[in-house]
């Protein structure tokens, strides 16, 4: 299976991994408005696919040869995201996030092969398929498992870093990646 393919399937998983996360929240999380110190779950939904959203246009700005903007510091860039994002409706965040997810997957599939495993961005250390996967998987993940955890779901949080690090694992066989 071809790199770009492999992205492209993790993707899918990291999508459907959201999915199930959005499906098994109770009515009382759902209702939940967090603060910027203290996210609900939709703010932190809301926060990994804004973060997914900034990756895929800088993704696509990048290949296309394009000047980059300076990413805000991170601190800033999440508190105007929380603002942008607090006062949506579910249904406003749900949309947002499946538009976000179709946006990353045009991003990748418009990438050859050596896009993918030439430099990114952010680093010359990091590989651009790094950085992407990074984005859609890695950090929604890392979000999401905070609140199965706080649950006492620690079953869940340890089969999603499972099936996460069988699927990214092979990816590189790099020492510092393994």
Not at 24 to 32: A, G, H, I, N
Not at 131 to 160: C, N, P, W
Request: glycine share 4%; proline share 2%; charged share 30%.
């Amino acid at each position: 299976m071809s790199l770009k393919d492999q992205i492209l399937n993790i993707l899918e998983i990291s999508r459907t991994a959201e999915l199930e996360f959005i499906s098994s929240l109770t009515d009382d999380e759902r209702v939940y408005e967090g603060t910027f110190e203290k996210w609900s779950v939709k703010d932190a939904i809301a926060h990994a696919n804004y973060w997914q959203d900034v990756r895929a246009v800088r993704t696509e700005a990048w290949i296309a040869g394009d000047d980059l903007e300076t990413l805000p510091q991170y601190e800033q860039a999440n508190f105007d995201s929380y603002q942008r994002f607090a006062k949506l409706t579910w249904k406003e965040i749900e949309t947002f996030a499946q538009q976000t997810h179709e946006k990353i997957r045009k991003t990748i599939q418009g990438l050859s092969e050596d896009a993918l495993s030439g430099p990114s961005d952010v680093s010359d250390d990091r590989q651009l398929w790094e950085v992407l996967v990074g984005s859609f998987f890695t950090h929604k993940l890392m979000h999401y498992t905070e609140f199965y955890h706080a649950r006492g779901q620690r079953d869940v949080v340890s089969r999603i870093w499972g099936e996460w690090a069988d699927l990214v694992s092979p990816l590189d066989d790099r020492a510092n990646w393994q």
